[in-house]
């Protein structure tokens, strides 16, 4: 379910069913043109997982709106992600996953209130590209797979 008002009203209506909450972790680089576009490549790819993975489990997952954040910055950000993941979990969400491809997260991970889904991800590309759908497509998979195992744990 997409943080939008239809798939809301519906996530209202039947919330008991609905137990878990996905994040997509996205930093945002400003200083230096390249950086900056590859952050918005980034950003696109994060939105495509996250969009699979929506498809891929909608009526179970909330796919909540994208959590940007300074790069760099992953562990300054843990306390403000963690009061974020807070206040989602006012409402019955038992499994919450942060998604991203920013490696810097791994280093507070054990300080997130989430399960961190990390990859390494491409810093360039073309989202068309036969090699960047076939990373997609693979990558997609094991993601599904660690959100399943973790459901029967």
Same mark, same amino acid.
């Given at each position: 379910?997409?943080?939008?008002?239809?798939?809301?009203?519906?996530?209202?209506?039947?919330?008991?069913?609905?137990?878990?909450?996905?994040?997509?972790?996205?930093?945002?680089?400003?200083?230096?043109? *390249?950086?900056?576009?590859?952050?918005?490549?980034?950003?696109?790819?994060?939105?495509?997982?996250?969009?699979?993975?929506?498809?891929?489990?909608?009526?179970?997952?909330?796919?909540?709106?994208?959590?940007?954040?300074?790069?760099?910055?992953?562990?300054? *950000?843990?306390?403000?992600?963690?009061?974020?993941?807070?206040?989602?979990?006012?409402?019955?969400?038992?499994?919450?996953?942060?998604?991203?491809?920013?490696?810097?997260?791994?280093?507070?991970?054990?300080?997130?209130?989430?399960?961190?889904?990390?990859?390494?991800?491409?810093?360039?590309?073309?989202?068309?590209?036969?090699?960047?759908?076939?990373?997609?497509?693979?990558?997609?998979?094991?993601?599904?797979?660690?959100?399943?195992?973790?459901?029967?744990?």
């Amino acid at each position: 379910m997409k943080w939008a008002k239809k798939d809301l009203e519906q996530f209202v209506k039947e919330k008991e069913y609905i137990d878990t909450l996905f994040i997509p972790l996205i930093p945002i680089h400003t200083s230096i043109d *390249e950086k900056m576009t590859g952050s918005g490549f980034q950003a696109e790819l994060t939105n495509l997982f996250s969009r699979i993975i929506e498809e891929q489990f909608r009526g179970r997952i909330v796919l909540a709106p994208d959590y940007y954040y300074i790069a760099g910055n992953a562990e300054a *950000e843990v306390d403000r992600v963690n009061n974020w993941i807070d206040s989602f979990t006012e409402k019955p969400f038992s499994y919450v996953f942060l998604f991203s491809f920013d490696r810097n997260w791994r280093k507070s991970e054990s300080d997130l209130r989430g399960e961190l889904l990390w990859f390494p991800g491409l810093r360039h590309g073309d989202l068309q590209s036969t090699e960047t759908q076939s990373f997609v497509k693979e990558q997609a998979k094991e993601i599904v797979e660690i959100i399943k195992e973790s459901w029967q744990t």
